[in-house]
């Protein structure tokens, strides 16, 4: 299954790049029959959350719940 990626417009700010990309993973997990994702690789957090801090995870729930980054103490402030 492909997901078609459409550049974002310039005027577009990057929280809502981020929650788009949040929700076409949340939508895909509904449309697979899982519960959640878990994303482990910490680039692939980046990319879906702009969260750069190392040694974390981001658990995506399937439908519209609210994903959760999943990450040590000393990235709280980030």
Not at 4 to 10: I, L
């Amino acid at each position: 299954m492909s997901i078609p990626m459409t550049p974002p417009s310039k005027a577009t700010s990057a929280a809502s790049v981020h929650a788009a990309r949040l929700r076409r993973v949340a939508a895909t997990t509904k449309k697979l029959g899982c519960d959640a994702s878990l994303i482990t690789n910490p680039k692939d957090v980046g990319y879906l959350t702009g969260f750069l801090g190392g040694d974390s995870y981001l658990l995506i729930p399937a439908g519209r719940g609210k994903p959760t980054i999943l990450s040590d103490f000393r990235y709280v402030e980030e």
